[in-house]
């Protein structure tokens, strides 16, 4: 298992920018195909645009029950856990009226 820990890039994140930058580096992650903890510890903000930019995006790459598999979070307070759900709901919603 690798720990993949988002406090190393800062404590709040609300870009889309930045989202980007860290979902490719999830993707190169995810490719070695180990499963990986997404630590969100020591972590205060993250707004929907970044969740869907960064995690909910992955979708677009592989279906939701890969990235189940492959990925477990930690450490999401409350707040940020809403957001990455929210930018799940929403992606899976979109890419399945698409199908």
Known sequence: MVEFKFAQYGENFGTRDMGAKIRKELLALLEGGER???DFTGVN??????ADECIAKLLLDMPLEELKK???FRGLNPVAE????????????????LQ
């Open 36 to 38: 990986i903890v997404l």
């Open 45 to 50: 903000v993250v707004t929907n645009s970044f």
């Open 70 to 72: 492959k990925t477990t």
């Open 82 to 97: 809403k957001s990455v759900l929210v930018a799940l709901q929403r992606r899976y919603k979109v890419l399945k009226s």
